[in-house]
């Protein structure tokens, strides 16, 4: 799974517990994507999640 190279968010390693409180393992994912933004004045292809690109912290290529 990808990473924000941004903020460096990553999988989260957690417990889902059922109604009758079965438990299991799980994982949270982010919302990771794939965007062509400027970094060091050229456009470059990172992996950035949705917070930081709602957030204004990268700067999209055209």
């Known amino acids: ?3 924000c ?11 889902q517990v ?7 393992n ?3 994912k982010p919302n990771v994507r794939r965007v062509k ?3 060091d004045g050229t ?4 992996n950035v999640c949705t917070r930081c ?5 990268v700067t999209r290529a055209i």
Do not use: E, Q, Y
């Open 1 to 3: 799974m990808a990473k």
């Open 5 to 15: 190279d941004i903020c460096n968010k990553g999988v989260t390693f957690g417990i």
């Open 18 to 24: 059922s109604h009758s409180h079965r438990r299991s």
């Open 26 to 28: 799980r994982t949270w």
């Open 37 to 39: 933004a400027m970094v």
């Open 43 to 46: 456009p470059r292809h990172i």
């Open 53 to 57: 690109l709602r957030s204004g912290k």
